[in-house]
């Protein structure tokens, strides 16, 4: 996928500055994009941006395919003329390092409803037409989703496999029910689509002109608790008579957890999507394609089997090893779609099996640098073990400790096999020092969470796996975009091959 060297960074929309609680999709992302552009880098990676449930986890959202309305820019509403400035003045004052998010949305889904309330009262006939234009166009997840989120709303966020009989069944008689009866609710939910996607088409315009590329993620789970379950429940394995996940997903014993992580996602009923020639997954990833330019897969491993845990343990040790169609699967995809940007996440209990589907496709995996000192010199994640070119390197990833606070968390002996491997620590810090390390290697694409840039500890972690509390609130400040950090990241960009290309 990747043909010449190039760098990024990863950092997720939520953890953006904003006045108003919550990173968003206003200046602070232009700002964000003009630094990586100052600074040589071609790669912006976020987490998925789907609306989220309990927990604010990315990896759990009520929707494959939708937008995190929490992103939408009330700054961008209010020059478009659906807010006044008024309606902004009078918000509460927000914490600047960290996303309440109860408070943001207590005071900020009001004033959606208001901006949806004046764009159907004062929407011009051209803005009414791309209204209806998107809504016909993504019509085949939109209804769906639209209709899910009001009756959500309107039952007090009551999981849906609790509704009652007829709608959890979807009966053609309880679809057009609801659907008159909450149709206010379905417009709200359809007009905040719109906008999220005007606003983030704009930006990725944006981004792409100053040859900036938007690398996603696609969790290979969705949330039980979802429309894609809802509107789907036979390709998920569930309890005929519940509606609970029969079957839920997790992975085994590993570097985070010594008793595994039980997600509790309903696992895939493969068979039947394979009956349907995977319709299901094709349209999600051809949907993901219209807002990012590189998708990474998470679980990618769960293509080639999947560990599954039976309903009501508590913890994933005692699941097992299933079988899935990967290959049929990434066939389909490729005649369908022809060649993918896709990275294979391909951390974990990795088999012989998981690399042959990945090489297969030629899908680049992942190495993170803070896997690599804690064995022997045949670690796969030490850089003169790299097989070749086409992979992705970290420094660490959403799911790790920040450079600085995983190497303050480990022992001084353990330090000293890293400090042996670098030669030395670089005045600058450890967290530069590893940056260095990344961009030296073979790897066709390096990328550093923000936090490596700011050389913070451990209080900027962004999630602890296998935890729930204070996960996904971290928050950078505008001044932390400095132009130090812009000169030193440049410098390495260049001194490592990394630079963008000159057009002639």
Same mark, same amino acid.
């Given at each position: ?121 004062? !929407?011009?006939?051209?803005? /009414?037409?791309?209204? #209806?234009?998107?809504?016909? @166009?993504?019509?085949?997840? *939109?209804?769906? &989703? =639209? ?36 149709? !206010?609710?379905?417009?709200? /939910?359809?007009?905040? #689509?719109?906008?999220?996607? @005007?606003?983030?088409?704009? *930006?990725?315009? &944006? =981004? ?36 609970? !996940? ?259």
């Amino acid at each position: 996928m990747f043909d010449r060297r190039a760098s990024g960074i990863l950092v997720h929309p939520t953890s953006l500055p904003s006045k108003y609680g919550i990173g968003d999709l206003g200046k602070e992302a232009y700002n964000l994009i003009d630094f990586l552009s100052e600074s040589l880098q071609q790669v912006w990676q976020i987490l998925p941006i789907g609306p989220t449930g309990f927990g604010n986890s990315p990896y759990l959202s009520y929707s494959a395919l939708a937008g995190n309305p929490l992103l939408i820019s009330l700054e961008t509403l209010v020059e478009n003329e659906l807010l006044s400035q008024a309606d902004l003045d009078s918000l509460p004052e927000y914490p600047l390092d960290r996303v309440d998010f109860d408070l943001v949305i207590a005071t900020k889904i009001p004033l959606l409803q208001k901006a949806s309330q004046n764009f159907q009262a004062k !929407a011009n006939k051209k803005q /009414q037409q791309e209204f #209806q234009q998107f809504c016909s @166009s993504h019509s085949y997840w *939109l209804d769906d &989703y =639209a209709l899910f989120m009001a009756i959500k709303e309107h039952l007090e966020s009551a999981s849906w496999h609790t509704w009652d009989e007829d709608i959890v069944k979807r009966t053609p008689e309880a679809i057009a029910k609801w659907s008159d009866r909450l149709s !206010a609710e379905i417009y709200f /939910q359809k007009f905040i #689509q719109f906008e999220f996607f @005007s606003q983030w088409k704009s *930006l990725k315009k &944006y =981004a792409n002109k100053l040859g900036i590329k938007i690398f996603g993620d696609i969790p290979i789970y969705v949330a039980h608790d979802s429309v894609d379950v809802w509107a789907n429940q036979d390709l998920f394995c569930l309890d005929p008579k519940t509606g609970e !996940a029969a079957s839920m997903a997790g992975v085994p014993p590993d570097y985070f957890s010594a008793t595994g992580q039980l997600w509790g996602n309903p696992v895939y009923d493969w068979e039947k999507l394979e009956a349907t020639n995977f319709e299901w997954w094709v349209k999600r990833i051809e949907g993901m394609l219209d807002y990012v330019d590189i998708m990474r897969i998470d679980h990618f491993r769960a293509f080639e089997a999947y560990w599954a845990v039976p309903q009501g343990e508590e913890t994933a040790m005692n699941g097992e090893w299933v079988e899935a169609p990967g290959e049929a699967f990434f066939n389909v995809l490729k005649a369908d779609l022809g060649e993918l940007p896709i990275v294979a996440e391909d951390l974990g209990v990795i088999t012989p099996e998981v690399e042959a589907l990945r090489d297969k496709f030629a899908f680049p995996g992942m190495k993170i640098l803070h896997f690599a000192f804690d064995s022997d010199r045949a670690n796969p994640f030490l850089p003169f073990n790299y097989h070749n070119r086409n992979c992705v390197v970290y420094t660490g990833t959403h799911d790790n400790n920040t450079t600085v606070g995983w190497f303050e968390a480990r022992s001084p002996e353990d330090n000293e096999r890293v400090i042996d491997y670098l030669g030395c620590i670089c005045p600058e810090g450890i967290h530069w020092s590893m940056i260095r390390l990344a961009m030296g290697s073979v790897a066709n694409l390096s990328i550093y969470p923000i936090q490596d840039i700011f050389g913070l500890g451990a209080n900027a972690k962004m999630n602890l796996p296998g935890t729930v509390e204070d996960n996904w609130t971290w928050r950078y400040r505008s001044e932390a975009l400095c132009q130090e950090f812009s000169d030193r990241l440049k410098h390495l960009t260049y001194l490592y091959g990394r630079q963008p290309i000159e057009e002639k």
